[in-house]
Structure formats: structure tokens, C-alpha cells
Nanobody, 125 residues
Framework: QVQLVESGGGLVQAGGSLRLSCAAS????????MGWFRQEPGKEREFVAA????????NYADSVKGRFTISRDNAKNTVYLQMRNLKPEDTAVYSC??????????????????WGQGTQVTVSS
């Protein structure tokens, strides 16, 4: 099992930027695809982005394309989510997740086996 810890959340005004980090430890990080999900109160957790082990493949939800960028530094066992031009509707708890291989179709919560506790992002209007 991979242990995941997110950081970098906070309060930002609409149009601003934040960078989230997710540090992995425990079982080897090698080969794992990493993803970000978010959840608003009273709503289901939704897919945001995912990136393959080598970083050559990535996938984004339509709602964040062109504004969010997922990246990773395998030497640091860390994955990032750079968020730009934030909107109030981006307000949510953001969680990172891991799965053993990349798939363009892997966008469901059940597609990922390891999860962090999440970090709150609040965007004010």
C-alpha cells in the first residue's frame, strides 16, 4: 500500500493560483499512475487529472482543461497539481490517489486503490 499525504490547499481569490503537492511513501512508488480527485460537500468525488509513471501521458476532466496541470517528480516521490485561473466552483477537498498502471478510462474512484486524506481548496468570488 502506498501512503499519500497532500498539502498546499488554502483560500484564494477567483482568478488566482495554487499548487497542490502529494507525497508518497511506504510501498515503492515505482510504476504507479497518480491521480487527483475533488469532492464538494454533499456531492460525489469527481476525477480531476491523472498522470502516468513516466509523465508522458496525462488526462484531465473537461472542467479543468487548460487551467490545471498535473506533473510529478519521481525522485521526490511527489505529484503536483498546478491550478490557475481558479473559479469558485473549484472549491472542494482535493485528494490524490494511486493505481498500478495508466489507463485513459481510469476516472472512477474505484479505479484507484490508495488515497490521501485530502486538502481543502476554497476559492472566493
Amino acid at each position: 500500500q502506498v501512503q499519500l499525504v497532500e498539502s498546499g490547499g488554502g483560500l484564494v481569490q477567483a482568478g488566482g493560483s495554487l499548487r497542490l503537492s502529494c507525497a508518497a511513501s511506504g510501498r515503492t512508488f515505482t510504476g504507479y499512475t497518480m491521480g487527483w480527485f475533488r469532492q464538494e460537500p454533499g456531492k460525489e468525488r469527481e476525477f480531476v487529472a491523472a498522470i502516468s509513471w513516466g509523465g508522458g501521458r496525462s488526462n484531465y476532466a473537461d472542467s479543468v482543461k487548460g487551467r490545471f496541470t498535473i506533473s510529478r517528480d519521481n525522485a521526490k516521490n511527489t505529484v503536483y497539481l498546478q491550478m490557475r485561473n481558479l473559479k469558485p466552483e473549484d472549491t472542494a477537498v482535493y485528494s490524490c490517489a494511486a493505481r498500478p498502471y495508466y489507463s485513459e478510462d481510469a476516472k472512477k474512484v474505484s479505479d484507484f486503490g490508495s488515497w490521501g486524506q485530502g486538502t481543502q481548496v476554497t476559492v472566493s468570488s
